[in-house]
């Protein structure tokens, strides 16, 4: 079975300041995808970025980038220059590629203080 | 184009009460799930639609839960009875099929007292 786990359960960062989101995953399969999540308090979850497994490149969405370590089963989220609006719980994801099901690691809540 | 909705947002109800939530996927999109959402935690998994199919329903609590996606559309979750354990956010969610994303509604909040 997959399994997804965010080792953080809280974090904090000070606003314009950096600060990286850690995620392992457990699988035996060779195609996934990987996703990172923001749920804000009281508000939908959205998608911030998203990485296919065969890609070797890191994607990068604005502000926000990852860092996939395939052999290492890492992929941990990086966000630059953090905002007020970034505090949220983050929650990363793993589906297996012609599969439908998404797995969620606990998440991460981030704070950014002013 | 409209979001995954659902309703009601907010519930509290008695125990063993029953209770219903209802979601309207994102149109076109065949794949429909329900997740379970404790407080501080991740969302966990309770029933997956493949159209009209619920193609995984191994974390459903059967005895309790019961759910149902008639025409391949929208879809109610059903408690009864209610217990306390059951508060928690249950959200909805849906994608089409092999894109990965999923897209998600606001979630109903339930409050077991």
């Known amino acids: 079975a997959q399994t997804v786990t965010q080792s953080q359960p809280e974090m904090s960062v000070q606003e314009a300041e950096t600060v990286t989101l850690s995620c392992t995953y457990d699988t035996s399969e060779s195609d996934y995808y990987l996703f990172w999540y923001k749920q804000p308090p009281s508000r939908q979850m959205i998608l911030v970025i998203r990485q296919e497994a065969y890609k070797q490149q890191n994607a990068t969405e604005n502000r926000f980038s990852v860092n996939f370590q395939k052999a290492a089963k890492s992929f941990s989220l990086k966000i630059s220059d953090s905002q007020l609006g970034d505090a949220a719980m983050y929650f990363c994801a793993y589906l297996r590629y012609n599969n439908n099901d998404m797995r969620f690691g606990a998440g991460t809540r981030l704070t950014v203080k002013p | 184009e409209a979001g995954v909705v659902q309703s009601p947002r907010y519930k509290i109800i008695e125990k063993k009460q029953p209770v219903a939530f209802w979601c309207n996927p994102i149109s076109g999109h065949n794949t429909l799930y329900w997740y379970l959402q404790n407080l501080g935690q991740g969302p966990e998994l309770l029933i997956r639609?493949?159209?009209?199919?619920?193609?995984?329903d191994s974390q459903l609590p059967k005895d309790r839960f019961s759910a149902e996606r008639l025409k391949g559309v929208d879809s109610t979750l059903k408690i009864q009875p209610a217990e306390l354990g059951d508060s928690a956010v249950y959200l909805c969610?849906?994608?089409?099929?092999?894109?990965?994303?999923?897209?998600f509604g606001e979630g109903s909040r339930l409050t077991v007292l």
């Open positions: 969610a849906s994608s089409f099929v092999q894109t990965g994303e999923l897209f």
């Open positions: 639609y493949e159209n009209e199919e619920a193609v995984d």
